[in-house]
């Protein structure tokens, strides 16, 4: 049966929770509905006026009107409750790698150190920057150098937020900035360094100048950045000559590994040849202190024997004179025999070694026939004095015959 079907006992409609039931005396019932709203709010204001000094209404609400001080007190309490979280939410902790940079109606006030920190809500805006944290940023692109050829580089900066205020205020995106930094300062190196350079030994050389000239460029627009490490990842030629350039590198390093093999080479010879140039030199030293003692010597000699001539000159010119003739007769192959004088001996003369007299007078004692050289030594010294006397007799005789004074 319909809810408003006439002649229904139990009419009711959806929206009032079954409707009003009949009590015992067969009379309407409580209502069974949800309260209505202003009966629910005369009832929170009546509470709130008995505490704070109002009385309740009887009746259903038909008490004495509120005091003069219940709405202030409603909105004392409101205030109270609205204060105590606005409190409670200005309380904020930092962590040990963050910093925080506080903002006061818009306008810098202060950064602060780890901890917890209280500032005012709404006043205040508190933003956390990491300090600590290694930031990376990665590039590859492709310039010309200073020889106007074309290389290709890839590039990476590791860097971490040094102040935090220059950060987050003096540029709106510090890692766009050094973006465009790194690429500047790259471009000014590879523009001022040769292909060759870049693509071999350059590379150590090239990071440490975009290095320098990126954290200047960093400092100078107050970014608040600091780099730790710039990194060459790769340098190459473009793809479409790189085998070109390949093929120039091992020609490079075949260059190189020729030029070592013969610096090697070199390395070996000219220490041979300053030994020998060294030694030549000794023996010529030698052979020159040699000379001069030898010429001292002799002169000291001649200086000596001077002064003995000085002091006897005929038995000195006579000693000069037999020693020259020995000196002389003993290096000569021919005999002479005294024949003026009559006389029956007969001298044996060692006809086997008169033709090779000289040379074996000149070879001394070196053949190794002892036997032989000391009778020939005797005989030559018996002809030896022979001769001497002889001259001496013609000298004694002839005062025309030879002087020898001059010598």
């Known amino acids: 049966m319909a809810w408003n079907e006439p002649g229904g006992g139990n009419q009711h409609d959806p929206w009032s929770g079954g409707g009003r039931k009949p009590d015992g005396n067969g009379g309407p019932g409580k209502d069974q509905g949800p309260p209505d709203l202003e009966e629910a709010l005369k009832k929170m204001q009546d509470k709130f006026n008995g505490l704070f000094g109002g009385k309740k209404g009887k009746g259903g609400g038909s008490g004495k009107p509120p005091g003069k001080f219940a709405g202030f007190g409603l909105t004392a309490l409101i205030g109270v409750l609205v204060l105590a979280i606005w409190f409670a939410s200005g309380f904020y902790l930092v962590d040990q790698s963050e910093r925080g940079v506080v903002l006061r109606l818009g306008k810098y006030h202060e950064t602060v150190t780890p901890g917890l920190h209280w500032n005012p809500p709404i006043l205040d805006q508190v933003t956390k920057v990491n300090v600590t944290r290694i930031r990376s940023l990665s590039q590859t692109t492709s310039m010309l150098t200073k020889d106007e050829n074309i290389v290709k580089v890839e590039i990476s900066a590791q860097y971490v937020v040094q102040n935090p205020k220059d950060y987050l205020i003096n540029v709106r995106a510090p890692e766009r900035s050094?973006?465009?930094?790194?690429?500047?300062?790259?471009?000014?190196?590879?523009?001022?360094?040769?292909?060759?350079?870049?693509?071999?030994?350059?590379?150590?050389?090239?990071?440490?100048?975009?290095?320098?000239?990126?954290?200047?460029?960093?400092?100078?627009?107050?970014?608040?950045?600091?780099?730790?490490?710039?990194?060459?990842?790769?340098?190459?030629?473009?793809?479409?000559?790189?085998?070109?350039?390949?093929?120039?590198?091992?020609?490079?390093?075949?260059?190189?590994?020729?030029?070592?093999?013969?610096?090697?080479?070199?390395?070996?010879?000219?220490?041979?040849?300053?030994?020998?140039?060294?030694?030549?030199?000794?023996?010529?030293?030698?052979?020159?202190?040699?000379?001069?003692?030898?010429?001292?010597?002799?002169?000291?000699?001649?200086?000596?024997?001077?002064?003995?001539?000085?002091?006897?000159?005929?038995?000195?010119?006579e000693r000069l004179y037999i020693d020259a003739m020995q000196s002389m007769l003993s290096n000569s192959s021919k005999v002479l025999v005294d024949t003026e004088e009559g006389s029956n001996n007969m001298m044996y003369l060692p006809l086997d070694r008169l033709g090779g007299g000289a040379a074996t007078s000149r070879s001394g004692s070196s053949s190794g026939n002892s036997g032989s050289s000391d009778i020939e030594d005797y005989e030559l010294d018996q002809l030896t004095d022979s001769v001497i006397e002889r001259l001496r007799q013609r000298e004694s005789n002839n005062s025309n015959g030879i002087r020898r004074e001059g010598r």
Not at 238 to 248: C, H, L, R, T
Request: charged letters at 30%.
């Open 178 to 317: 050094l973006e465009f930094a790194l690429d500047s300062s790259l471009r000014h190196e590879v523009g001022t360094t040769n292909l060759i350079a870049i693509l071999t030994e350059g590379r150590e050389i090239l990071a440490q100048g975009v290095y320098d000239r990126l954290q200047r460029y960093l400092n100078t627009y107050g970014v608040g950045l600091r780099l730790q490490t710039v990194n060459i990842e790769n340098t190459s030629a473009p793809d479409e000559v790189q085998s070109a350039f390949d093929d120039v590198i091992r020609a490079r390093e075949d260059r190189e590994r020729t030029i070592n093999q013969a610096r090697s080479y070199e390395n070996s010879v000219i220490p041979d040849a300053e030994g020998r140039a060294a030694r030549i030199r000794e023996e010529a030293q030698g052979y020159r202190e040699a000379v001069v003692a030898k010429a001292e010597g002799e002169s000291n000699r001649f200086l000596a024997l001077l002064t003995e001539y000085q002091g006897a000159p005929e038995v000195t010119r």
